[in-house]
């Protein structure tokens, strides 16, 4: 397993106008992008750890587990110094027996206290997959309301770099399909440390998708999130920049290709809206609706295989919608390839969607060159 | 795919004799304790040390080990060429030529090499993602396997896998997924049977894999349909950042199930490792069922690229493993020592070691990325792909039998 830091982006414009920040930022290389010394920021690992560190602080039930956590300070250090903070009692390393630990993180939610699995990556929570979602998410269904489950399941899902196919799939759909699951997906480091702490707070399981190559990314630590009841609503898209000529739909990584996609089309004159879905399920259809009513175009971007896909979710729910009505034109969906993820470089930079893919496929759906 | 050397030294480990491996306590002979080779007539005996082996409900193997010069000097090197393939491997990582995840393995050599002097090309071999030494000695060139870490389409998986996902005819990869690649296992084995041939499978697991509960639904099969599966817990102590007794409640990892006998075997020893699994394929071969064995050995890297291997271990610790138990130092005293072949010989072996390794890189170096029409290839037979194959958008859509 790689334990790499990427540093891959640095604060996008757009986040920036969010706070109001009158700043420019010249496109130069991604690390000089931000600059550190004008505003407080914090990274999407640092806005994890410190959601896990406040809400042990604050809730004694709450505990965490999985592989390399404690003594190693987590595979991509998510947890670093919580094992030296809370103990061994509290930050558990568990052995390799993912089917084991998550099975152990549900019993332990059904009778009182507040675990946090943590999966090295989401590929391998598929060894667990049915004590996520038989035991995990129907038990509460089946005993008639009489045995809650609040737990969370975390960790990094979706492609990172060169790690072929069974390193790199994107399971929103997977688990945005089961009642029961609540699922979120975590693009910046203010839908780390909210959609974290919410998940935590949530008296029902839930997934908590993250991704690797954000980790070492760092975003603006606003006031907001410096409180230690700052939550995000699980439910809620943001809307990540506001445009009216297209939608475009985003969760994850795939968020940042969308907002440079939409910069890059701001030079033509073309404005797109972008939204970071955050929730999976529920999916918050109604702030696509009123975007769509307001742009008349849809895109969605994800880095899932395209077949049953959340594309194809948004889709359906579009065109159930009145929202339907206001289209000009076919929702464009935009995904990972039909493929297992190929190792080589130039395969699979073909498997996946890119600021440029989403660029074009913005003019196509508008019809201008 | 020719090499001449290992493919000699297979048919060599084939009709070697293995009469004398059951009920080794009785069959120490005369120069028991001693551990000076005797020497005749071009081959050479060892008595390995009294600590090599230990037997969970069966007989530990003959301490008597016999082996041809000839023999012996292809095992060193093997041994070496495996050695130079990793290191290879290292450098081309640490110049960016090879991405995402690499785990090698030096100072496991002993096992994928002694495995493959003692099992037939008919036996199966599986294993998880440190897999470039297996992929070797299972017939896979350097050059296959270079150009495989770095995404070429000469790679011995077209660039497809990388690093964690490498095959050769009856070597069943280079698995990712930690201990998923044990019921594969058992599940060649049961098609050896199921066939008639008279082959085993060799199914490779680390010590941390060895606590998946799959592992154990293993055993349960294996035994219960009587497989010829020899189950071989590459125990290297650690499973990435965790040493295994953090991981195992009972980390003596040849004893894990009380119906399958078990072996633990010295895995820095070469010949230990033959032997062992020479003795553990005639327990198969003869239709008692699986086995279990432990083979101790020790990784002198981090787990993988991004791990240092430092910070759940003393650099003293490596240090010490590496200059006391080396697999290759420790066998090239042996042949130095018992007179198969002076400094000079093994000198020469590990030039040509490295020159074979060396111009495999600079091939793989220099060969062209996979087409871009082989991304859609592969997923499913040809001419029974399903009718299409979305790309990212409906454009890069893939229509076959067009
Ligand atoms: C199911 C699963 N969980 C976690 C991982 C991440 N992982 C890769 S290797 C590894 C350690 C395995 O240790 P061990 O079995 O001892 O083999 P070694 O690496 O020492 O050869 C872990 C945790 C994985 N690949 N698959
Ligand atoms: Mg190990």
């Known amino acids: 397993m790689a334990f790499r830091i990427s540093s891959s982006f640095g604060l996008s414009r757009s986040a920036a106008s969010r706070l109001g920040m009158r700043m420019t930022f010249p496109r130069l290389s991604m690390a000089a992008r931000y600059n550190s010394t004008t505003t407080e920021t914090i990274t999407v690992r640092e806005a994890l750890n410190s959601a896990i560190d406040e809400e042990m602080e604050a809730d004694p039930k709450v505990w965490l587990l999985g592989e390399e956590v404690a003594q190693y300070n987590g595979a991509y250090k998510v947890t670093k110094g919580l094992l030296d903070k809370y103990g061994p009692d509290r930050i558990v390393d568990t052995p390799i027996t993912e089917m084991g630990f998550a099975g152990i993180a549900v019993g332990a939610a059904l009778s009182g206290t507040k675990p946090i699995c943590e999966f090295m990556t989401f590929n391998f929570a598929m060894q667990a997959i049915d004590q996520i979602i038989n035991s995990g998410g129907k038990t509460y269904y089946m005993s008639g309301g009489q045995v809650p489950c609040p737990v969370v399941f975390r960790g990094p899902n979706g492609a990172a770099a060169g790690v072929a196919a069974q390193h790199s799939q994107d399971y929103a759909s997977w688990y945005g399909q089961i009642p029961g699951l609540k699922v979120v997906s975590i693009f910046d480091a203010e839908d780390a440390k909210g959609l974290l702490k919410a998940a935590i707070r949530d008296p029902n399981p839930v997934i908590v998708l993250e991704n690797e190559l954000m980790y070492g990314t760092s975003f603006p630590l606003t006031e907001a999130m410096k409180s230690k009841d700052f939550v995000l609503p699980i439910g809620k898209a943001k809307i990540a920049r506001e445009g009216k000529d297209i939608t475009i739909v985003a969760h994850s990584r795939p968020v940042q290709f969308s907002l440079d996609a939409a910069e890059k089309l701001a030079k033509e004159g073309i404005s797109a809206e972008v939204i970071n879905l955050r929730s999976i399920r529920p999916l918050d259809i109604d702030t696509i609706i009123k975007s769509v009513k307001k742009t008349n175009h849809l895109v969605t971007v994800e880095q899932g295989f395209p077949v049953c896909g959340m594309g194809s979710e948004i889709s359906a729910q579009i065109m159930e919608s009145e929202a339907f009505d206001y289209l000009d034109a076919p929702v464009c969906r935009i995904a990972g390839a039909d493929v297992p993820m190929p190792y080589a470089r130039n395969l699979e930079d073909l498997s996946l969607p890119t600021e440029e893919t989403i660029y074009k496929q913005v003019k196509r759906v508008l019809n201008v060159q | ?402």
């Open chain 2, 1 to 402: 795919m020719f090499r001449p050397v290992s493919s000699l030294a297979s048919t060599l480990a084939r009709t070697s004799k293995t009469t004398a491996l059951f009920g080794s306590k009785s069959a120490i002979r005369g120069f028991a304790s001693a551990s000076l080779p005797l020497r005749n007539a071009g081959s050479v005996s060892f008595t390995l040390p009294e600590d090599t082996f230990e037997g969970y409900n069966i007989d530990t193997p003959s301490r008597e080990v016999t082996l041809t010069n000839e023999e012996a000097i292809n095992m060193y090197t093997e041994l070496q060429r495996v050695r130079r393939l990793e290191m290879a491997a290292d450098a081309s990582y640490k110049s960016k030529l090879i991405r995402g995840f690499c785990h090698l393995c030096i100072g496991q050599e002993a096992v994928p090499v002694g495995i493959e002097f003692a099992i037939s090309k008919e036996d199966a071999v599986i294993t998880s993602y440190r897999c470039h030494g297996f992929t070797y000695t299972r017939g896979g060139t350097p050059h296959e396997i270079l150009a495989e870490l770095m995404g070429r389409h000469t790679g011995i998986s077209k660039g497809k896998g990388g690093s964690m996902h490498m095959f050769t005819p009856n070597f069943f990869g280079g698995n990712g997924i930690v201990g998923a690649q044990v019921p594969l296992g058992a599940g060649i084995a049961f098609s050896q049977k199921y066939l008639g041939k008279n082959a085993c499978t060799i199914n490779l697991y680390g010590d941390g894999a060895a606590n998946q509960g799959q592992v154990f639904e293993t055993y349960n099969m294996a035994k219960l349909w009587n497989l010829p599966v020899i189950f071989v817990c590459e125990n290297n102590k650690y499973g990435m950042g965790t040493a295994a007794s953090r991981a195992a409640a009972n980390s003596e990892y040849h004893t894990r199930c009380e119906y399958i006998p078990g072996i633990k075997a010295n895995g820095m020893d070469i010949l230990a490792v033959r032997r062992a699994i020479e003795y553990a394929r005639e327990h198969c071969l003869f239709g008692k069922g699986p086995i279990i064995l432990e083979l101790s050995t020790y990784r002198y890297g981090g787990h993988s690229m991004s791990d240092p291997g430092t910070t759940y271990r003393t650099r003293e610790e490596v240090q010490h493993m590496r200059s006391t138990r080396d697999p290759i130092s420790s066998f090239k005293m042996r042949l130095i020592e018992s007179g198969v072949a002076t400094e000079e010989q093994i000198k020469s072996i590990d030039k040509d070691a490295k020159k074979m390794v060396d111009q495999a890189l600079a091939q793989a170096k220099q060969d062209p990325e996979p087409p871009i029409s082989d991304l859609f290839n592969h997923v499913y037979a040809p001419g029974t792909e399903v009718p299409s194959l979305r790309g990212r958008v409906p454009e890069e859509t893939h229509y076959f039998n067009q």
